[in-house]
């Protein structure tokens, strides 16, 4: 149980052209999302953790307009990478916290992450 | 807010090896803790976790136990193989469900 499945696995794009990574959870309902990014050999960096129905809570030095979150539903959340540069090639991971209110089965799951290379 | 040290790596050992990787943290509260694995080009997989002092994690041969006076949390495997070659990450989580911490990670590779 709580499976987070995230798409695409990889993808390639234009410089200036926009992204999105789709993360849902697909045996639970995933109130809270965070978004990381890992350099290579790095450990992850949170971006962001968005919240459903509500705006996202960006991390210090993190653009949100670049970086742009939308949490619509409860088994749903999107990161799209806009006008994007070659800077902003990474692997990119999303993670939701599950078991809520159940302190023994509570933990976070991970989708299987983003390579996204600009070129 | 917390924070996590982890052992140095990368380390490298011969299959069969006795493996401790070391995880310290610093938080406020009393955090629950966790060991994630990530093999090359993956997300990260739930190995083991402890929610309260003194409770032991295990899974695969893996075991780390939560321990409050020492604020540590080291990963042990009696007997590693090549398969666990990976990157092991032991963040800590907010006592309200919030954001893990993550310390910068550790190297393994296993020689056979």
């Known amino acids: 149980g709580a499976v987070v499945s995230q798409h695409p696995s990889r993808v390639i794009c234009k410089s200036g052209t926009s992204v999105k990574i789709e993360c849902r959870s697909l045996?639970?309902?995933?109130?809270?999302m965070f978004w990381y990014r890992q350099f290579p050999k790095q450990s992850l960096m949170l971006m962001a953790t968005s919240n459903e129905g509500s705006k996202a809570t960006y991390e210090q030095g993190v653009e949100k307009d670049k970086f742009l979150i939308n949490h619509a539903s409860l088994t749903l959340s999107t990161l799209t990478v806009t006008s994007a540069h070659p800077e902003d090639s990474s692997f990119y991971i999303c993670?939701?916290?599950?078991?809520?209110?159940?302190?023994?089965?509570?933990?976070?799951?991970f989708g299987s992450g983003t390579r996204l290379t600009v070129v | 807010g917390n924070s996590v040290t982890q052992m140095e790596g990368p380390v490298t050992l011969s299959e069969e090896a006795f493996l401790t990787i070391n995880c310290t943290y610093t938080a406020t509260g009393y955090p629950s803790l966790f060991w994630y694995v990530q093999y090359p080009g993956e997300g990260l997989q739930l190995l083991l976790k402890?929610?309260?002092?003194?409770d032991k994690g295990s899974n695969k041969g893996f075991e780390a136990t939560y321990r409050k006076e020492t604020t540590s949390f080291h990963l042990e495997k009696g007997s590693v193989q090549v398969s666990d070659s990976a990157v092991y990450f032991c963040?800590?989580?907010?006592?309200?469900?919030?954001?893990?911490?993550f310390g910068q990670g550790t190297i393994l590779t296993v020689h056979p």
């Open positions: 045996d639970f309902q995933a109130t809270t």
């Open positions: 993670s939701a916290h599950y078991g809520a209110g159940q302190p023994f089965n509570y933990g976070y799951t």
């Open positions: 402890a929610t309260k002092a003194d």
């Open positions: 963040p800590a989580g907010g006592t309200s469900y919030g954001k893990l911490t």
